[in-house]
């Protein structure tokens, strides 16, 4: 089983960056496809991007797209989200989730798919 902390968080003003970081935990990583998500007050949770166990393939919502950007450190056992050019929108729980799977699996966009969650780091941005 693989356990994954959040941590990054933080209040920032719009147009500003900040980097998220995902920590996992319990067992290799390497084999993990990584999703990030998030959930704003009275909304459901909302895919942002994900990325394939490798890190090779990376996918974004059409909301961060050209602002965000995920990358995998298997070594580190680390997933990053670079976020930039920050929106008041941009403000929620921003959630990593892992599955393990195979090499020629990419990942889901879907929040069902992923079998383990951190518990979420806090963005709020400012306007």
């Known amino acids: 089983q693989v356990q994954l902390v959040e941590s990054g968080g933080a209040l920032v003003q719009a147009g500003d960056s900040l980097r998220l970081s995902c920590a996992a935990s319990?067992?290799?990583?390497?084999?993990?496809?990584v999703g990030w998500f998030r959930q704003a007050p009275g909304q459901e949770r909302k895919f942002v991007s994900a990325i394939s166990r490798g890190g090779g393939n990376t996918y974004y919502s059409d909301a961060v797209k050209g602002r965000f950007t995920i990358t995998k450190d298997n070594a580190k056992k680390t997933v990053y989200l670079q976020m930039s050019s920050l929106k008041p929108e941009d403000t929620a729980v921003y959630y990593c989730a892992s599955r393990r799977t195979i090499l020629t699996v990419s990942p889901s966009l879907e929040a069902d798919w992923y079998s383990n969650w951190g518990q979420g780091t806090q963005v709020t941005v400012s306007a």
């Open positions: 319990g067992r290799p990583f390497s084999d993990h496809a």
